[in-house]
């Protein structure tokens, strides 16, 4: 079994005034289940709202860490923020869990995660597409995109363990990210919009990290924000990153 130390939940979060005292109230719960140390990284990538504010004050609360810029860059530049400060400033045996700041995914749900990872999982993903997943709310337009997107990496770049490629919702080893961040240096995540996730997944796995998956509860009938999602362009994203990644492969540095 896998010695598990300090979590680190981090939330790419733009415009989220509204979810987020709930979700960091959820969070707060989590902390006193897991008996673990647990720090909020929150990535503010150009709210024009009250997110950054409602992340201070919850500074009394939690052990929470506030990043961002003041322009909206997208999720890429989040994910690598929070990638980055992790490997800065977290010890090899610590967790990073990466989630959506809409309060549509469970943290309760970290819990099982974790016990994947202690079984020996480096990624656990949160997915769509097992036994036991719940996914109520999702416009058919998304589904239909996850879903396509999850057949073409799977017929190009298989993964062993893993069907949903580019849910949001995942733990990773510190440990793994740090081995990432040394082989691929500042390419390690290359892309600015939603594709980053699949990026990020396939260049651990030409690195050989093991995967597995737990199901996804995914309550996006409960969202009060406007998605952020264009589905058209996440579209052309995920294509681009198919064909350039065909081509070019994954080399590291």
Not at 4 to 11: A, F, Q, S, T, W
Not at 194 to 222: H, I, W
């Amino acid at each position: 079994m896998s010695v598990i130390g300090r979590v680190y939940i981090g939330l790419p979060a733009q415009n989220e005034e509204i979810a987020l005292p709930r979700l960091l109230q959820r969070i707060e719960l989590l902390s006193a289940v897991l008996q673990k140390a647990v720090t909020v990284v929150l990535y503010d990538d150009g709210s024009t709202d009250s997110t950054s504010t409602i992340a201070r004050q919850w500074q009394e609360h939690l052990s929470l860490v506030l990043l961002g810029c003041s322009q909206n860059k997208g999720l890429g530049a989040g994910l690598r923020a929070l990638v980055r400060h992790v490997v800065d400033t977290a010890r090899d045996q610590d967790i990073l869990v990466i989630m959506d700041c809409d309060d549509t995914h469970d943290p309760a749900q970290v819990r099982e995660m974790l016990k994947s990872i202690e079984k020996g999982a480096d990624v656990v993903i949160g997915s769509r597409y097992v036994r036991g997943a719940l996914v109520r709310g999702v416009p058919l337009l998304r589904r239909v995109t996850a879903l396509g997107a999850a057949a073409l990496f799977k017929l190009f770049y298989p993964v062993r363990g893993v069907r949903d490629y580019t849910c949001g919702y995942r733990s990773y080893r510190v440990s793994a990210l740090k081995k990432a961040s040394h082989s691929f240096g500042a390419k390690l995540i290359e892309e600015s919009g939603f594709s980053c996730m699949p990026e990020l997944l396939l260049k651990l796995n030409a690195l050989g990290f093991q995967f597995t998956e737990v199901p996804l509860q995914l309550r996006y009938d409960l969202k009060r924000t406007a998605s952020k999602m264009g589905i058209a362009n996440n579209i052309r994203q995920l294509l681009k990153l198919l064909v350039h990644s065909r081509l070019r492969g994954f080399n590291s540095s």
